[in-house]
């Protein structure tokens, strides 16, 4: 296969996935002098997700078991929280890539950063 000169490609892995996860989900948070995240991926019989929590920068977030955290809140992404019809069409490929990123289950982010206003 030759690839389009036109086209742009990406290949992510989990750490680099995580860390768009965090970046995106960073713009919802609002914290005087920065904050600390914590986030992963978890999987089950309900299927792979990642979830995610942030607190103040002087927060530590070691301790927050996010297999806990995931059996107390609900979905609450842009199209979790959507109706059927507006989720992602879930095709072979979809499949694929999930399972795929579910066998990096283990990795851990930790992410500290301070945010310009």
Known sequence: MKLNSRHTYFKLNSDDILSIVKDELAKEVDFQEGHTAKLNFIEDEKGLRIVAVFGDLDDSLKD??????????????????????????????????????????????????????
Do not use: A
């Open 64 to 117: 927050v078991d996010l297999h806990e955290v995931d059996k107390e809140i609900d979905f609450n992404g842009y199209y979790s929280s959507r109706p059927e019809e507006n989720h992602i069409e879930y095709t072979e490929e979809r499949k694929r890539m999930i399972k795929k990123l579910s066998r990096n289950v283990h990795i851990q982010k930790w992410c500290n950063f301070f945010r310009g206003k």
